[in-house]
């Protein structure tokens, strides 16, 4: 048993029914850690580009880390990794809650799962043994009813991932959700429609079991350093310093208006205050919360700002009740709240410019501002009816479906809805968008806001173990290849250890390779530490490669490229996306055409990607 692992992996035939165990190899583990690592390895390993997303042959994985459910803060985390039935390239999500927990002290590091089942079933894992169990009875069932249960089914402690309805249908903006209200999303790309394909319901997870760590004093030591310098927060102080990080976000121009088309919207600051209005809640064995972790009276999470954002601003809604309810919606459907705000607003100017009328829509007034049309629309998508079956689909394909010059109002990259931060507000973050392994992704690149100082006005947060003691000109262009090349770096290695990437945002890249040095008892460095997620970060790409990405692909939509915002906090900026992305290029080793070069995967280690 290798220290910082249970060492141990379920392997899952759904067609076939057999439930096989593997062992983790160290070699394999010192290469590429866990969580994103490990599951890139085994998608490039066991699929090709011509994998179907939604096929038997695409494999569904949940993976730990050697951090996770460990002392460390904000470890009970976990990465979920397919081939992404949105985009049709490497499809990674991660999430919190207690299901890490659960799944590392049920004596597993990892679930993979192949083939397609026959009838609805779940998994039920618990301390080392893994059965497959029938599910009919909770097909149809939303993941608040599904979780609950579940719950009664297997254990009241157990913690629960599952879809719904959405899910089921494959719907490809569909998520897996995780401890039913508690409203964890393992959100992004469209994974609830891979798990729905094959027919899984849900995986419930209980552990009792002891992880062993190898230095269990020494990584006391630095967790003690680390509440020492970031105190555990509660109550009021999380909400407090929530709502001046948003206030900040408003100020510098950040958030989405009207399909990404203007710069301000007076309703703005109405959604965000009463999204600070709860307790906060907190992820199992976490004495953190990112203030956006709250519950409402009734139990539920409440918005965030990934859903008052596109759900809210985006559309020009301000009713703060009314996103809530569709916050709700999306997750009890199993619904992205991110991609399913995206393709309302899509709609709303497709609406708008009169390429669909209220006999496309199913008679539903696609108007700006209309709260209850998007309730609505949101129920449609869910159940994959009408045309919410279209929209479903992600902005790419409907404006496809929809025709004429609805691909200008199709904001996207790489086929995944725009997350809720402008890349119009600084250039690292344009750039980290644009060549993100999952498209559009604004927690990939670690630390980068900070770097930039994107949210003026809040505590200073400096990151020299990068090279960056003082923060950047979020405007200005000039190193911002190398930028966005070194945070991703160390936001792919934390989402292998697997932590919380809020956590990256307080430590330095050196404070996690010390910890995982405690756990494992390997003598990783700085160097060696970002290594490794240069290795991981490249593995990634070359699968993104193999199923046609290239520099095509690492764009930005027209809008943001050329569209000024006219007001607010970034209101004249633009990215000049060219020059930067020939920087990050080159600072990677990549071809001008942005494919790893030959000497670089040798550099890493990577020969078998040639």
Not at 115 to 124: F, S, T
């Amino acid at each position: 048993m290798l220290p910082g692992y249970t060492g141990k992996m379920v392997r899952l035939d759904l067609t076939t029914g057999k439930i096989g165990y593997e062992f983790l190899d160290e070699e394999i583990a010192r290469k590429y850690v866990g969580g994103a690592g490990l599951a890139a390895k085994i998608i490039w390993d066991e699929t090709s580009s011509t994998t179907d997303p939604l096929s038997p042959e695409n494999i569904l994985i949940f993976m730990t880390g050697p951090l996770t459910a460990s002392i460390v803060p904000s470890s009970s985390r976990c990465v979920v990794a397919g081939i992404s039935p949105l985009t049709g390239i490497w499809g990674k999500a991660s999430c919190g809650g207690s299901f890490a927990y659960e799944l590392r002290h049920a004596e597993f590091d990892g679930i993979i799962v192949k083939g397609e089942a026959g009838k609805p079933i779940y998994l039920w894992v618990h301390d080392g043994k893994v059965e497959i169990r029938d599910a009919q009875h909770l097909w149809r069932k939303d993941t608040y009813e599904a979780t609950e249960l579940l719950k009664a089914e297997t254990d009241k402690n157990a913690s629960v991932a599952c879809i719904g309805q959405a899910g089921e249908k494959l719907v490809r903006i569909a998520c897996i959700m995780i401890d039913g209200k508690m409203g964890r999303a393992a959100a992004r790309c469209g994974l609830g429609a891979l798990m729905g394909a094959k027919r899984l319901k849900a995986v419930a997870v209980r552990g009792t079991l002891p992880i062993p760590f190898y230095g269990q004093d020494k990584l006391q030591e630095n967790v003690n350093k680390i509440y020492s310098a970031y105190p555990p927060r509660k109550g009021e102080e999380v909400v407090s310093e929530a709502m001046a990080i948003s206030k900040s976000y408003l100020s510098v121009g950040g958030y989405p208006v009207k399909n990404w088309r203007e710069g301000t919207f007076e309703g703005a600051m109405k959604l965000a205050e009463d999204a600070r209005k709860g307790k906060p809640r907190y992820c199992k064995g976490c004495p953190y919360s990112d203030g956006e972790s709250l519950y409402t009276a009734d139990g539920e999470r409440h918005m965030v700002l990934e859903s008052w954002g596109p759900l809210g601003t985006n559309c020009l809604i301000d009713n703060p009740e009314a996103v809530q309810k569709a916050y709700s919606l999306c997750n009890r459907y199993g619904l992205d709240a991110i991609s399913t705000g995206g393709v309302i607003a899509f709609a709303m100017e497709c609406f708008e410019k009169g390429l669909i009328t209220k006999n496309d829509t199913n008679a539903i007034e696609l108007r700006w501002g209309n709260h209850e049309a998007m309730i609505e629309m949101v129920k449609k998508i869910g159940e994959g009816e009408g045309f919410g079956k279209i929209l479903g689909e992600g902005v790419r394909k409907s404006a496809e479906r929809i025709g004429g010059i609805a691909v200008e109002y199709a904001m996207h990259v790489k086929g995944l809805e725009i997350p809720a931060h402008d890349p119009r507000a600084a250039m690292g973050g344009a750039l980290g968008y644009a060549t993100g392994t999952i498209g559009a992704a604004h927690m990939e690149p670690v630390g980068i806001k900070a770097i930039e100082n994107y949210s003026e006005g809040t505590a200073e947060r400096t990151f020299p173990d990068l090279g960056y003691a003082t923060t950047l000109n979020r405007f200005t262009t000039e190193g911002k290849g190398v930028l966005a090349a070194k945070t991703q770096n160390f936001g792919v290695m934390l989402d292998s250890l697997v932590v919380c990437l809020f956590l990256g945002w307080r430590l330095q890249p050196s404070d996690f390779a010390r910890l995982i040095n405690c756990a494992t008892g390997w003598d990783m460095d700085l160097d060696k530490f970002m290594l490794v997620g240069e290795r991981i970060f490249n593995l990634i790409r070359m699968i993104n490669v193999t199923r046609g990405i290239s520099r095509k692909d690492d764009t930005l939509p027209t809008r943001f490229l050329n569209h000024k915002r006219g007001s607010g906090g970034s209101a004249e900026s633009l990215p000049f996306l060219g020059i930067m992305l020939s920087d990050y290029y080159s600072y990677r080793g990549w071809s001008e055409e942005g494919i790893p070069t030959r000497e670089k995967l040798i550099e890493l280690g990577l020969e078998e990607c040639l």
